[in-house]
């Protein structure tokens, strides 16, 4: 008990560690993070998501960012994430220690932990998806062992349906589990599965009620799963490899990624899979690989492999000390762990130390050039702006390039919806982002017919145009925000 108290608590104290660089001071939310905490704020304010601010993901994000705002602002969501790291680390733990013993569940857990900062961390403050479902992925592992009971098969479905509430490719664990219990059982699978199946049915109707009570259920069907499949789709298979490819180098520097591949092949080759949680990995580890190439290859889509990998991590340590010399594993397992410590140390404490003020300097320039009652448009993709400056948009699309300029998705009517939002609305300042990035066009009717994004994924479509000229018609170029050289255009005097 005492050794388990001990590594539970250093766990813990690695999880605050890990967090450290996302604490709000001196930093502001990250691009995707900025449009989170946006719909967030709409979310507490009595608004809702995909209607009062268009973005593709399912509400979890909303959901879990709208209690730690409502707790304690951008610090409540820092807190949020460490108990929700922290958890995961926890509950993990305990699933590992079941399976293969103290150290290795130790040791496991370490692995993952450490490997994770350089999937989720940036200059600035994140809060992505996949960080959110690693507590469910974890209490659906310990939760799970045969023979499967209805109501442990029930909890784990709907920890799945959960999962699925922030992003539906995180449901590699559960996948699994269902393929496992059925190859195990067979005739005697089909209660658990359906547990499982009405499980993960339960939170996904709530949030369709929940939808359908604020009158945005269409709205959310188009935004999160018409928009993402055709986001999704464009990808061609050689770009998903290398993508994949990438992820095993972000996992490289622990060694977590050599050691997952090796204890996955050892277990196969030498069919030493007798415990239930290495079963799951087992089948788990390629599920996720595959679930994670569904969209671009962003660092943080492979925090969903964690899981697996520290399972693997623990079977490959229980491995070690059960062929070699006792001694000789010690050391080994000593200095080894030590390693894989060293870079993400150093990263952790690099960007502890970084401090990126710029979007907050651009906030306070918002909020002294606007009453807290005038809308502000930031053309381009960072509505972190609009939320650090607590100044609404006066469209929904806070950012312009996935709903207006994604092929597949975007259409002539929803440009003219953003423009007819800015004839209806005006904002009292616009600020022109594009330079900041390669898929936003600059507020230039000059520039923009020989304009074109680096990313063939997007695309301006002509009636941008329009947007441009009534903007250039009805706004005056009032010199540059003075922190990003950002252009700014103020309503003309009436």
Not at 308 to 318: C, D, E, K, N, Y
Request: glycine share 8%; aromatic share 12%.
């Amino acid at each position: 008990m005492r050794v388990g108290v001990v590594a539970v608590s250093l766990l813990v104290l690695v999880s605050i560690a890990v967090l450290v660089p996302n604490h709000p001071a001196g930093r502001a939310p990250v691009e995707d993070t900025g449009v989170f905490f946006y719909a967030a704020e709409r979310l507490l304010e009595g608004g809702a998501p995909y209607r009062d601010i268009w973005d593709h993901k399912l509400p979890g994000v909303y959901f879990v960012d709208a209690m730690g705002l409502a707790v304690g602002g951008r610090v409540g969501v820092w807190v949020i994430q460490i108990a929700f790291l922290a958890a995961a680390a926890v509950v993990g733990y305990r699933a590992l220690q079941r399976g293969f013993g103290n150290v290795p569940a130790f040791v496991g857990s370490l692995a993952w932990l450490v490997a994770s900062p350089r999937l989720f961390l940036e200059q600035g403050q994140t809060n992505f998806v996949e960080f959110f479902a690693l507590p469910l992925q974890f209490s659906a592992l310990l939760l799970y062992r045969p023979p499967m009971t209805s109501p442990r098969a029930l909890m784990i479905g709907v920890l799945g349906g959960a999962a699925v509430l922030f992003k539906p490719t995180l449901v590699g664990i559960w996948i699994a589990i269902g393929l496992v219990t059925l190859f195990q059982r067979r005739r005697d699978a089909v209660l658990p599965i359906a547990a499982i199946a009405f499980g993960a049915f339960l939170p996904l109707v709530l949030v369709a009620v929940w939808a359908i009570s604020r009158g945005v259920l269409d709205l959310m069907v188009d935004q999160t799963l018409v928009y993402n499949r055709a986001y999704a789709s464009f990808m061609p298979l050689e770009d998903r490899i290398t993508d994949l490819i990438g992820g095993f180098r972000l996992t490289l520097p622990t060694g977590l990624v050599l050691i997952a591949f090796a204890a996955w092949l050892g277990a196969v080759t030498t069919r030493r899979w007798r415990s239930p949680l290495l079963q799951i990995a087992l089948v788990a580890f390629p599920l996720e690989l595959l679930l994670s190439t569904f969209g671009r290859g962003y660092h943080y889509y492979y925090l969903s492999w964690l899981p697996s990998m520290g399972i693997l991590a623990a079977f490959g340590v229980s491995e070690l000390r059960r062929l070699a010399p006792p001694r000789p594993a010690r050391w080994a397992l000593i200095f080894g762990t030590l390693a894989m410590c060293v870079q993400p140390s150093l990263l952790v404490t690099r960007l502890a130390l970084t401090q990126d003020a710029r979007f907050i300097d651009v906030a306070a320039y918002v909020a002294a050039n606007s009453r807290p009652d005038e809308k502000v448009l930031i053309w381009g993709s960072h509505a972190m702006v609009l939320f650090l400056a607590d100044r609404l948009s006066p469209t929904k699309f806070v950012y312009q390039y996935g709903p207006l300029y994604t092929r597949g998705y975007s259409t002539p009517a929803k440009v003219d919806e953003l423009l007819t939002d800015l004839e209806r609305d005006r904002p009292v300042l616009i600020l022109d982002s594009s330079s900041e990035g390669f898929i936003t066009p600059p507020l230039d009717s000059a520039k923009f017919p020989t304009w074109t994004s680096l990313d063939i994924q997007y695309t301006a479509p002509p009636e941008t145009a329009k947007v441009i000229a009534f903007i250039e018609a009805t706004y005056v170029r009032a010199g540059t925000e003075p922190t990003t050289g950002w252009p700014v255009w103020r309503l003309r005097a009436r």
